[in-house]
């Protein structure tokens, strides 16, 4: 038995002043209504692979301050398909390649969900305003918008218009093409397109069904800074474009409050009662371990959390996390089965697994107690350490404590004490394995951060 084992923004960030939640602004959903003369959408290619078809259309999604939103809108239907009227939407970056890792994520996806999976292309449109991409093109948006007052400039706002109208396109390829009304979508996306999908659910659009947020964990900025800096001992070096413009930390002006209301989808939360899955890597260089706790709690709803062990923000796990020369895998496979799993089974209104835990510290030992769902095979703990609260280059070690090798035999509930380490820090998260429908699901506790007793 291991000795410290008993068994028995992207990143906007808010100035720490703000003393409470503001009221829900009607910013957001009020531009997404706006009508858009300019949206259209026409058939480009059909392909097939393997008997699977892959549509490929081109969308004009918006006018946005006199710039025309260009996109690829690609089609996976998989040759066996349950139903066609709901569907995946994953919004991404860059133009279609069904190639890439997204692609093949969108045709893997759309195999294993048996239901038509649409991979949206360019969000955001960029470059924009002297070659600015990325996290440096929304925070030109965000000093805009402090800069004019006017609510329209924030760079996700057109952003998840776009998967708006892409709802619309889809609907409309569904009726016209497949004498097919797509009632329901489940929106998902990494980063600032996970960003996208909070806000797209926050609109409050009826057919958005569920939502699968990927590697942005930073809800509820005005805690999120804060915590950062007691992690790193300053701010993450990925989100530099942001500090560079001086939006950290964000101006104490009502202006900036009204900014961070508008783009936190933690302000949204009594809105956000659909299902979601949050998809996370344990190694993410952009946030701060225990980012989750900071928000995990407030979330209404059903809800469940993945960590990928040992992966950074393209959730590849790696030998030597965040560290040169480091050996990766070569597809987000755990990402993937759990979204695959997830998406099924709401989709077809199957249950999907749930687990109860609490956590807590008690003499500076970690003390937990898990209640796993019956589907549950395998529960593992998975433990780290680190000379500080960083521990974005640490490996994390797995032990299994119920079924897998685990020799222990325990009752329906799982109890435990992680020791706090001898010197520095220890962090640590269980996590219970399910096998639905043939594919391996895991679902996660939040990270714990245990320090060395004084």
Same mark, same amino acid.
């Given at each position: 038995?291991?000795?410290?084992?008993?068994?028995?923004?992207?990143?906007?960030?808010?100035?720490?002043?703000?003393?409470?939640?503001?009221?829900?602004?009607?910013?957001?959903?009020?531009?997404?209504?706006?009508?858009?003369?300019?949206?259209?959408?026409?058939?480009?290619?059909?392909?097939?692979?393997?008997?699977?078809?892959? +549509?490929?259309?081109?969308?004009?999604?918006?006018?946005?301050?006199?710039?025309?939103?260009?996109?690829?809108?690609? /089609?996976?239907?998989?040759?066996?398909?349950?139903?066609?009227?709901?569907?995946?939407?994953?919004?991404?970056?860059?133009?279609?390649?069904?190639?890439?890792?997204?692609?093949? /994520?969108?045709?893997? +996806?759309?195999?294993?969900?048996?239901?038509?999976?649409?991979? +949206?292309?360019?969000?955001?449109?960029?470059?924009?305003?002297?070659?600015?991409?990325?996290?440096?093109?929304?925070?030109?948006?965000?000093?805009?918008?402090?800069?004019?007052?006017?609510?329209?400039?924030?760079?996700?706002?057109?952003?998840?218009?776009?998967?708006?109208?892409?709802?619309?396109?889809?609907?409309?390829?569904?009726?016209?093409?497949?004498?097919?009304?797509?009632?329901?979508?489940?929106?998902?996306?990494?980063?600032?397109?996970?960003?996208?999908?909070?806000?797209?659910?926050?609109?409050?659009?009826?057919?958005?069904?569920?939502?699968?947020?990927?590697?942005?964990?930073?809800?509820?900025?005005?805690?999120?800074?804060?915590?950062?800096?007691?992690?790193?001992?300053?701010?993450?070096?990925?989100?530099?474009?942001?500090?560079?413009?001086?939006?950290?930390?964000?101006?104490?002006?009502?202006?900036?409050?009204?900014?961070?209301?508008?783009?936190?989808?933690?302000?949204?939360?009594?809105?956000?009662? =659909?299902?979601?899955?949050?998809?996370?890597?344990?190694?993410?260089?952009?946030?701060?371990?225990?980012?989750?706790?900071?928000?995990?709690?407030?979330?209404?709803?059903?809800?469940?959390?993945?960590?990928?062990?040992?992966?950074?923000?393209?959730?590849?796990?790696?030998?030597?996390?965040?560290?040169?020369?480091?050996?990766?895998?070569?597809?987000?496979?755990?990402?993937?089965?759990?979204?695959?799993?997830?998406?099924?089974?709401?989709?077809?209104?199957?249950?999907?697994?749930?687990?109860?835990?609490?956590?807590?510290?008690?003499?500076?030992?970690?003390?937990?107690? =898990?209640?796993?769902?019956?589907?549950?095979?395998?529960?593992?703990?998975?433990?780290?350490?680190?000379?500080?609260?960083?521990?974005?280059?640490?490996?994390?070690?797995?032990?299994?404590?119920?079924?897998?090798?685990?020799?222990?035999?325990?009752?329906?509930?799982?109890?435990?004490?992680?020791?706090?380490?001898?010197?520095?820090?220890?962090?640590?998260?269980?996590?219970?394995?399910?096998?639905?429908?043939?594919?391996?699901?895991?679902?996660?506790?939040?990270?714990?951060?245990?320090?060395?007793?004084?």
């Amino acid at each position: 038995m291991s000795r410290f084992l008993s068994l028995a923004f992207v990143a906007v960030v808010a100035s720490t002043t703000v003393a409470q939640t503001p009221q829900i602004p009607p910013d957001l959903e009020n531009y997404v209504k706006k009508s858009e003369p300019d949206f259209a959408w026409k058939l480009v290619d059909k392909s097939e692979s393997e008997g699977n078809a892959i +549509l490929l259309y081109h969308l004009v999604s918006q006018k946005w301050h006199d710039e025309l939103w260009e996109h690829d809108l690609q /089609i996976f239907v998989p040759k066996e398909v349950n139903n066609k009227s709901a569907m995946v939407l994953l919004n991404t970056g860059g133009k279609a390649n069904k190639e890439s890792v997204t692609g093949l /994520i969108g045709l893997e +996806l759309a195999r294993r969900v048996k239901a038509p999976v649409a991979v +949206l292309w360019g969000i955001p449109k960029q470059p924009l305003y002297d070659g600015k991409k990325e996290d440096a093109l929304i925070a030109e948006t965000f000093v805009r918008y402090l800069e004019t007052k006017d609510s329209s400039w924030p760079l996700l706002f057109p952003m998840a218009k776009s998967v708006v109208k892409a709802m619309d396109a889809l609907q409309e390829i569904g009726r016209k093409e497949w004498n097919t009304e797509v009632k329901d979508f489940i929106i998902t996306g990494a980063s600032k397109r996970g960003w996208t999908s909070w806000l797209t659910a926050a609109t409050g659009d009826p057919r958005v069904k569920a939502i699968a947020p990927m590697v942005i964990d930073t809800l509820n900025f005005q805690k999120q800074m804060p915590n950062q800096l007691k992690s790193f001992g300053r701010y993450s070096e990925m989100i530099h474009d942001y500090e560079e413009r001086k939006l950290l930390p964000m101006p104490d002006t009502d202006a900036a409050r009204k900014l961070w209301a508008m783009v936190d989808p933690w302000v949204y939360r009594d809105k956000l009662t =659909l299902p979601k899955l949050l998809v996370n890597g344990t190694n993410d260089p952009y946030w701060a371990q225990d980012a989750l706790n900071q928000y995990w709690d407030d979330l209404k709803g059903d809800k469940w959390v993945v960590y990928v062990p040992n992966a950074g923000h393209d959730l590849r796990p790696q030998d030597k996390p965040n560290q040169p020369g480091a050996k990766k895998d070569t597809f987000p496979m755990k990402a993937v089965d759990t979204i695959s799993v997830f998406c099924r089974c709401v989709l077809t209104d199957k249950p999907l697994p749930k687990m109860t835990w609490k956590q807590d510290i008690k003499n500076g030992d970690g003390v937990f107690s =898990l209640r796993p769902d019956r589907e549950t095979k395998i529960v593992r703990l998975w433990t780290t350490e680190s000379d500080t609260r960083d521990f974005r280059k640490s490996a994390w070690k797995k032990k299994d404590i119920f079924g897998g090798t685990a020799k222990v035999s325990v009752g329906p509930a799982i109890g435990g004490t992680v020791t706090a380490p001898e010197a520095g820090f220890r962090a640590y998260f269980l996590e219970a394995e399910s096998k639905i429908d043939g594919t391996v699901a895991c679902f996660s506790t939040t990270i714990q951060i245990l320090e060395a007793k004084k």
